[in-house]
């Protein structure tokens, strides 16, 4: 049924199209419906874009953190606190490049195309990154080495480095942007910034791995894995029953 009548509902009967209420309709978890409907007016999604993260799926993965996704403005209409956590989503989904998964790719062609495809590549990183620069150089000792992307997050007020890689989790590429970030803590923060955070973007990687190589960072540090095709089904329902999973064993 279509949204009732209110002054939310005006809202979204004025920011959103039939076309997008079709794709909204079906959704029969109301807080997801919910979700779904906040994040493509916030965004400005065209219906392609809702259909795709739908399809990601993109509530879930938001739901990586241990509080389950709530919109904003349903809660006493506060603002929901956001932390590097909540934001940081695993994995991403990068299948508006148009590559399969088989395809052989250098860090540089990655990146390449992910600045080709900004706009999109923007609204899977999520709401409140703002591209800054790409190959950042710095100076270390009198050596130079370069920060794959740099982005600034307005909501968090924080630079965010990302470090792209093309094969499987190693925590040597930890110890590389943990260098970056120090590095951004003692040169680029300013003013009321909050500290940098780092993103290692890979292929696959392993968990305890991952555990053991982030155990005694102070830094905030994150290790996410991204696909360049959407997911299955049988991969989605695998997913989900994950997070189902993982918020019980929490409560």
Known sequence: MFPQSGSGSRDLLHCLSYSHFEELVPIEDPIKRSFYEVECTRGNWSVRELQRQIGSPYYERTSRSQDRPRPPGLVHGKAVPMS????????????????????????????????????????????????????????????????????????????????????????????????????????????????????????????ALVEYALEGMDNELFVSKYQLELPGKEEICRFIEEQIRKEGDTV
């Not at 508006?96 to 195309?113: A, I, K, M, N, P």
Request: with cysteine; hydrophobic share 40%.
């Open 84 to 207: 590097p956590a909540k934001v940081i989503r695993d994995p991403y989904i990068f299948e508006f490049l148009g590559l399969r998964s088989h395809e052989v790719l250098t860090e540089q062609d990655l990146e390449g195309l992910l600045l080709d495809r900004l706009q999109e590549f923007l609204l899977e990183l999520g709401r409140g990154f703002c591209f800054e620069a790409r190959q950042k150089r710095i100076l270390i000792g009198g050596e130079h080495f370069i920060v794959d992307l740099v982005f600034y997050h307005r909501i968090l007020k924080c630079h965010i480095l990302i470090k792209l890689k093309v094969d499987t989790f190693s925590h040597e590429y930890l110890g590389q942007l943990n260098t970056y970030v120090n590095w951004f803590l003692l040169h680029e923060m300013t003013g009321d910034d909050n500290p940098p955070v780092g993103i290692l973007l890979c292929t696959r990687k392993n968990e």
